[in-house]
């Protein structure tokens, strides 16, 4: 699953981060980044993935 959301989070930020969180703070941080532009958007959608799997379960 974490291969599908990385793809996700390239072509669509904020899809990625939710398919990670569901709706929380940071999806809607990730839209502003996101409207602010596409890269600071890509990149705050990878560090929340690669963090979330990182997490001990």
Avoid: Q
């Amino acid at each position: 699953m974490s291969c599908l959301r990385l793809i996700f989070a390239i072509i669509l930020p904020p899809l990625g981060v939710f398919l990670t969180v569901g709706i929380r703070f940071s999806f809607w941080l990730n839209i502003l980044f996101t409207l602010l532009g596409y890269l600071p958007g890509i990149v705050h959608a990878v560090w929340i993935i690669a963090k979330h799997d990182a997490e001990p379960r």
